[in-house]
């Protein structure tokens, strides 16, 4: 039941308008005889719609209008007027009107009409709530979610809304990103991935948790599920997309997956090693076999020599990669003394058996100048402790930046202890 508030200064019109819109079983129909006792009325309950008339005495329909809009009220509002002037309808959809209409004409008719007025006022305005509140619902939830959320136009790309999980978790401002796509913030780390999304999108594909490297702006890549869905507002299509980051994630799995190739290798080259022959060889394959596990370019053993008081560091074993330049046969990488190579500040540290890391290039000398070693960017030193003392160290280098999880350093402890134990064995 529509509940409808008509005001009118002709009683007789209200009373004849009141029988045959309630006699249709839709409609439960109020009266009032001026514009001040309709807006009592509206003070005292509210109504789905109100019908007024345009010229009454003190005030008329556009001013009681004006005064329902600016007190707060979206009721709809139709103006029932024997008066067509066209000055008066613009004016009234102008404040705020829903619909118009010209009294006169076949009574049934006219009737038949208001009701279907009322009727599509009221179902607009319903509809324009449901809108309204469900926009809110998305705008709160859009600007609270702790996942990184973004809308952008769907014909161009270009950002029109970011939510503050996205500003966080990329490092850009909010005046950076609007108008601008992911491509022209370098977002994607692969950049070719960002057409082939467009196309998949484009050609309806729904677009759920594709794995992709997101660059924030400071450089840092992270792996995220990204996801994507049109909407439309109005005429205008929207894409709506978000990240689920998985770097963590991903980050463990290869941590699992690299401790296990190593205390694979390990496993595999124990029985060489320690029962071996030929400890040089064993040495040699059980560096290949690490140096594959861990994914590193270079995996060596450097062992004591010089003088007591003139204590040097020489390259006794080394594996490389295809296509990196080894080290041994070069002089520069040989004869460096002992403090340059970690020995003097970290001995405590791997005479304790610890693993000592080296993330920044560091500058090494041998005996014909400076080594090509300066250039690394990652190195995990493992210490070889035979009867107590250093005998040597294990180095994995890479010449990427990468984090050494504690599994896979763990591992490689493992790996020190195994060839420690088979040197201490060859000794006997």
Not at 5 to 17: I, M, R
Not at 48 to 60: G, H, K, Q, R, T
Not at 120 to 125: E, G, I, T
Not at 222 to 234: D, E, H, I, P, W
Request: hydrophobic residues 40%; glycine residues 8%; proline residues 4%.
């Amino acid at each position: 039941m529509i509940s409808v508030l008509y005001v009118d200064d002709e009683e007789s019109l209200l009373d004849l308008t009141k029988i045959f819109l309630e006699k249709t079983g839709l409609f439960q129909i109020e009266t009032a005889i001026s514009p001040l006792d309709a807006l009592k009325r509206l003070e005292e309950k509210s109504f789905d719609a109100l019908i007024s008339d345009y010229e009454m005495p003190v005030m008329n329909g556009l001013e009681l209008l004006k005064r329902v809009r600016s007190g707060g009220k979206n009721i709809p509002f139709i103006i029932f007027t024997g008066r067509g002037r066209e000055e008066v309808v613009i004016k009234a959809f102008d404040l705020g009107a829903d619909s118009y209409m010209q009294k006169g004409g076949a009574t049934i008719a006219q009737f038949t009409e208001l009701a279907h007025k009322i009727k599509q006022a009221v179902q607009s305005r319903q509809a324009d709530l449901a809108m309204r509140s469900s926009e809110e619902k998305f705008s709160k939830v859009f600007a609270l979610s702790p996942i990184p959320m973004a809308i952008s136009e769907y014909a161009s790309h270009r950002f029109v809304d970011v939510n503050e999980e996205f500003l966080e978790c990329s490092g850009f401002r909010r005046e950076e990103v609007i108008g601008r796509t992911a491509l022209d913030l370098g977002l994607f780390g692969d950049p070719s991935i960002y057409d082939r999304l467009n196309a998949a999108i484009e050609g309806g594909e729904k677009i759920r948790n594709v794995e992709i490297e997101i660059v924030e702006k400071n450089g840092v890549r992270g792996n995220k599920l990204f996801s994507a869905g049109v909407f439309r507002m109005g005429d205008e299509a929207f894409l709506l997309t978000f990240t689920i980051d998985i770097t963590d994630r991903k980050q463990s799995e290869l941590e699992i997956r690299t401790r296990d190739a190593i205390l694979q290798a390990i496993a595999v080259s124990a029985g060489s090693l320690l029962g071996a022959r030929d400890i040089d060889r064993a040495i040699s394959e059980t560096l290949e076999s690490l140096g594959s596990a861990v994914g590193v370019d270079r995996v060596y053993i450097y062992t004591r020599s010089g003088t007591p008081d003139r204590p040097l560091a020489k390259i006794a074993y080394e594996w490389v990669k295809e296509g990196v330049e080894p080290w041994i046969d070069n002089p520069r990488c040989n004869l460096i003394p002992y403090r340059e190579m970690g020995f003097g500040e970290n001995a405590r540290l791997l005479r304790n058996g610890e693993i000592v890391i080296y993330s920044e290039g560091i500058s090494l000398t041998g005996t014909s100048g400076e080594t090509p070693a300066k250039e690394r960017c990652n190195a995990a030193i493992v210490p070889i402790l035979v009867r107590n003392e250093i005998w040597g160290i294990i180095g994995f280098e890479t010449p990427v930046r990468r984090e050494w999880l504690p599994g896979v350093l763990d591992a490689l402890k493992t790996s020190g202890v195994l060839i420690s134990s088979a040197i201490e064995r060859s000794m006997r």
